[in-house]
């Protein structure tokens, strides 16, 4: 029974397409979060929801759009892909305050390749 | 400016012996907390341990251990008795202050394990 699901794992398309990766958890965590690795290996937090309530926006560009239906499930949503959008997307949870360390709970990830 | 740094691109060892993963930071919050992701190349990233900055001992898991040296800042990975599926990218994070999930991360150290 998978805690942190993504959908799709693998997504292949044109630029100047818009995507949506899909995630969800299923550990009752108050927190989810979307994370960007480049081709490099490099992991850099993007988004962050509380209770589907945005509580950090790295910087992103506006193409991106998170969404969070409900704390169970959070959304990546990319418009007007762009070369540099390729790389793997984890999504990833964590339990809300209240002594918890902060560990993150990642998803397999979504690797996005845009031709 | 706060960051993390791993500064072995790659590491060997010998399966059975231990080996040393470095990861140094710079912050000045006096809160925080370190943590270590395993990369496999099958792309999920597992959590491995957590140091918090007020933690008193050395965090140990299993086979991993926590070279928490305050002082100087580092938080270096120990691995006893390598494994071949050991073999595997390993990342150093932080999280400061109190914003729970909010992980940076360093750049990761390739081990490769050999027989």
């Known amino acids: 029974d998978t805690a942190v699901s993504q959908t799709p794992k693998y997504l292949v398309t044109q630029m100047g397409n818009d995507k949506s990766i899909k995630c969800e958890q299923n550990?009752?965590?108050?927190?989810m979060y979307w994370y960007k690795q480049d081709s490099k290996k490099f992991l850099k937090i993007m988004f962050s929801y509380n209770n589907k309530e945005l509580i950090i926006n790295e910087t992103v560009p506006n193409r991106f759009s998170p969404k969070s239906p409900d704390k169970a499930h959070l959304n990546l949503h990319i418009n007007s892909l762009e070369l540099g959008d390729s790389a793997v997307y984890f999504c990833a949870s964590s339990p809300g305050a209240g002594g918890n360390t902060g560990e993150l709970f990642f998803g397999e990830g979504s690797r996005l390749t845009v031709l | 400016a706060q960051k993390i740094t791993q500064t072995q691109p790659g590491m060997f060892v010998q399966e059975k012996e231990a080996v040393t993963l470095d990861c140094t930071y710079d912050t000045s919050d006096p809160s925080y907390g370190l943590f270590w992701y395993k990369q496999p190349s099958s792309g999920e990233m597992i959590f491995l341990i957590y140091?918090?900055?007020?933690?008193?001992q050395n965090a140990t898991e299993g086979r991993y251990s926590l070279n928490f040296q305050k002082a100087r800042k580092s938080a270096n990975l120990v691995i006893s008795a390598s494994q071949l599926g050991d073999s595997a990218m390993y990342f150093c994070?932080?999280?400061?202050?109190?914003?729970?999930?909010?992980?940076?991360f360093g750049r990761g150290t390739q081990l490769t394990v050999w027989p």
């Open positions: 140091q918090g900055s007020y933690d008193q």
């Open positions: 550990l009752g965590h108050d927190t």
């Open positions: 994070a932080i999280r400061w202050g109190s914003t729970l999930g909010r992980l940076y």
